[in-house]
């Protein structure tokens, strides 16, 4: 039993073959200073016996409604939890959280917990495709649980597709990214929201381009966020030196015009875009087919084009009724003057603005700006994780987003 002030977590077991990287992802809880409870059901005991978890926990596993009956273990297991977090979901208990069943301890503990939920699925790829499978993830997300979307990879035999758990390493900073906020409300359950993170890259020839300095670090801390806040999350990613973060739809992208036609294309069934990638303003007008060689006699100059107005397209023709838009602008200089003028000139909803170059901003663990909006608001936010910033941006964005919103 926890008796100190460590988060109690009830990590959830599901019967499948993933279970066997389960014991990672505990391992990575207790070491970061969480209690676990460990609460396998009866089949994933097959996968990965009672020692293991228990050793893993230094706790023992809680496995049926009727052992301590006098300490009521359907009710208290999750009444006492900060979290519960169930790896991995298969289809049957998605199924069986989403219509209220309760007929082992775990799903007991889903349906006395009031404390976030969070699932990371694991199956085949029809299983999880199936529209029942579909409607039950919906439903848990319009409720405020957390179901991130399964990896892409090799499944149990030759099959390769959408099923595949992801890495413990991502399922843990899922979890820790929804323990941070504590008791705070999904608010942004039930809404898509559509990222652009790290910079484009414009060739030259076979082997140059012209390109952007970015990370995606504050592109990846926004999709972090939003899927700890129940968004579904769709990732345009450019060059970036991060991965991104599990249950994130990830769309990979090169050039400022690649990435032009994945917003656009992803943009329809979006409750608010934010263009947090470093788009190159310029390309080149002719790319060459082969390697330009040195000749001695210097080099040929190269004429550049400009590149669409991602930003500026998507704020005139919004996608669809009450759209956010939000846009970024890495200044060096009159920064304030000149986001000012930019958002007018691109008509966003808000336009986080934050000073570049010295070490700051561009591939750092934190960042500051003002968020200025298109109602004359200007909101600061000091140094601090990028998370911090990302979740400051997604609080001016939940206050704007309309009541309903796109299918979950």
């Known amino acids: 039993m926890n008796t100190d002030n ?31 409870q460990v609460v396998p059901t009866a089949d994933a005991l097959r996968f990965v016996g009672e020692p293991t978890w ?27 939890a900060d979290l519960v977090l169930v790896a991995p979901a298969t289809a049957d208990l998605l199924a069986k959280a989403a219509n209220g069943l309760a007929d082992d301890l ?12 969070v699932f990371a699925p694991a199956m085949h790829t029809e299983m999880w495709e199936h529209p029942a499978t579909q409607a039950n993830v919906a439903t848990l997300r319009s409720r405020g649980a957390v179901v991130l979307d399964p990896a892409v990879g090799r499944l149990t035999g030759a099959d390769t597709g959408p099923g595949r758990l992801p890495e413990p390493d991502d399922v843990f900073a899922a ?44 592109g990846s801390a926004l999709a972090a966020t939003a899927l700890a806040r129940g968004a579904r999350v769709t990732l345009v ?49 002719e790319t060459a087919a082969g390697k330009i060689k040195k000749t001695g006699a210097g080099p040929e100059p190269v004429e550049l084009a400009e590149n669409p107005d991602i930003l500026r397209e998507l704020s005139a023709e919004r996608a669809r009724p009450g759209q956010v838009v939000v846009g ?17 000139r691109k008509g966003c909803d808000l336009l986080v603005v934050n000073e570049v170059g010295d070490g700051r901003a561009f591939g750092t663990e934190d ?29 001016l964005v939940a206050q704007r987003i309309p009541e309903g919103g796109a299918a979950p």
């Open 6 to 36: 460590r988060p109690e977590v009830v990590l959830g077991v599901g019967a499948g073959i993933a279970a066997y990287k389960v014991c990672e992802l505990l391992r990575r809880l207790t070491e970061s200073g969480h209690s676990v």
């Open 54 to 80: 228990a050793a893993l926990s230094g706790r023992p596993v809680a496995t049926g409604v009727w052992e301590s009956v006098h300490e009521v273990p359907h009710v208290r297991t999750g009444r006492r």
């Open 106 to 117: 775990l799903t007991n503990t889903l349906l006395t917990a009031r404390c976030p939920v």
């Open 175 to 218: 979890a820790r990214r929804v323990l941070a906020r504590g008791d705070l409300p999904a608010d942004l359950a039930g809404h898509r929201v559509l990222i652009t993170a790290g910079g484009t890259r414009e060739p030259i020839d076979p082997v140059r381009f012209i390109g952007n300095r970015s990370s995606g670090r504050q």
């Open 237 to 285: 990613s450019g060059e970036v030196s991060v991965p991104p973060p599990a249950g994130a739809e990830v769309v990979p992208v090169g050039s400022a015009r690649e990435m032009r036609e994945a917003v656009l294309a992803h943009s329809a069934a979006a409750d608010a875009v934010v263009m947090a990638a470093a788009v190159a303003d310029f390309r080149p007008a």
């Open 328 to 344: 970024f602008a890495a200044e060096t200089d009159d920064v304030l003057a000149n986001g000012r003028a930019k958002l007018d």
């Open 367 to 395: 960042n500051q700006a003002v968020v200025l909006g298109a109602d004359g608001s200007a909101t600061e936010i000091p140094r601090g994780p990028k998370e911090d910033l990302a979740d400051r941006v997604w609080d």
